[in-house]
Structures are given as C-alpha cells and as structure tokens.
C-alpha cells in the first residue's frame, strides 16, 4: 500500500499536511546540517539519540498520512447506499 500512498500524493490524488511537509523539509535539512544538538563526536553513540528523534516524528507523520489516505480509499469503496463496489 505504500506505493500507491506515494504514486498518490505525487500525482496530487492525496495532499499531504503541511505539517508533514515542514518535518520532512526539517529532518533533511537537520540531517545534512554540520552542527548537532548532540555530537557525536562529544558523546558517541548518545549523540545518535537527537537523529533518531528526529527521523522517529518524521517516520509517525508520514504513517499518519498514510493512514488517512487508506481511510479515504476505504470510504471511496463504499457507495451512497452502503453496497461495497
């Protein structure tokens, strides 16, 4: 189901939150920016925690997204009189 989730949104069948879109744009930046709330360097593997933190939000938003996009499908496939098509 992922695959038509993201065939959805990028044809614009689905439009995704505004939300999702500013963690996304967020995680990426975060994620190729040289400075680290936590250091790696500093603390080793602890300093792994502030990335994983941030992948893990943007990981719950896009689920979320995806949910909503099946729900939609679900209502979709049943008619005005409660018959499934």
Same mark, same amino acid.
């Given at each position: 189901?992922w695959?038509?989730?993201?065939?959805a949104?990028?044809?614009?069948?689905?439009?995704? %939150?505004?939300?999702?879109?500013? %963690?996304?744009?967020?995680?990426? *930046?975060?994620?190729?920016w040289?400075?680290?709330?936590?250091?790696? *360097?500093?603390l080793?593997?602890?300093?792994l925690?502030?990335d994983?933190?941030?992948?893990?939000?943007? *990981?719950?938003?896009?689920?979320r997204?995806?949910?909503?996009?099946e729900?939609?499908?679900?209502?979709? %496939?049943?008619?005005v009189a409660g018959t499934?098509?």
């Amino acid at each position: 189901m992922w695959w038509s989730f993201l065939k959805a949104v990028r044809s614009g069948e689905h439009r995704v %939150a505004p939300m999702t879109w500013v %963690a996304a744009v967020g995680a990426l *930046l975060y994620g190729l920016w040289p400075v680290d709330l936590i250091p790696e *360097l500093v603390l080793g593997p602890l300093g792994l925690v502030d990335d994983a933190g941030v992948w893990g939000i943007l *990981l719950v938003l896009v689920t979320r997204e995806k949910q909503r996009y099946e729900a939609r499908v679900r209502d979709e %496939a049943i008619n005005v009189a409660g018959t499934v098509r």
